[in-house]
Nanobody
């Protein structure tokens, strides 16, 4: 059974930093696309960043240069390092995984097979 457990959210002031973690267990596939999504109240879920099993990373323009996605295979953990946080980054953040390569024009869609339970990030101005 595949389980994703995300953590690391919290409340910070604008300009602050957080690191989100997603512990992955039971994932049986060697190929993957793993990503972070976020959903603010009243808004649709939005893909933020993704990393593929080939090491490629993708980001939406709004976070490029501020957020860094990585996966440490030895720890089976996916990370999202977030710096220079802004109030508009406030949302519930979810990690997700699918047994496929990350495709440049589709990785941000929500068609992932496995999801974490979410961790709240709140940025105050």
């Amino acid at each position: 059974q595949v389980q994703l457990m995300d953590s690391g959210g919290g409340s910070v002031e604008a300009g602050g930093s957080l690191r989100l973690s997603c512990e992955i267990s039971g994932y049986p596939h060697s190929t993957y696309c793993m990503g972070w999504f976020r959903q603010a109240p009243g808004k649709e879920r939005q893909g933020v960043a993704a990393v593929g099993s080939d090491g490629t990373t993708s980001y939406i323009a709004a976070v490029r240069g501020r957020f860094t996605i990585s996966k440490v295979n030895a720890k089976n953990t996916l990370y999202l390092e977030m710096a220079d946080l802004r109030p508009e980054d406030t949302a519930m953040y979810y990690c997700a995984a699918k047994p496929d390569v990350c495709v440049a024009w589709t990785w941000y869609r929500s068609d992932y097979n496995y999801w974490g339970q979410g961790t709240q990030v709140t940025v105050s101005s």
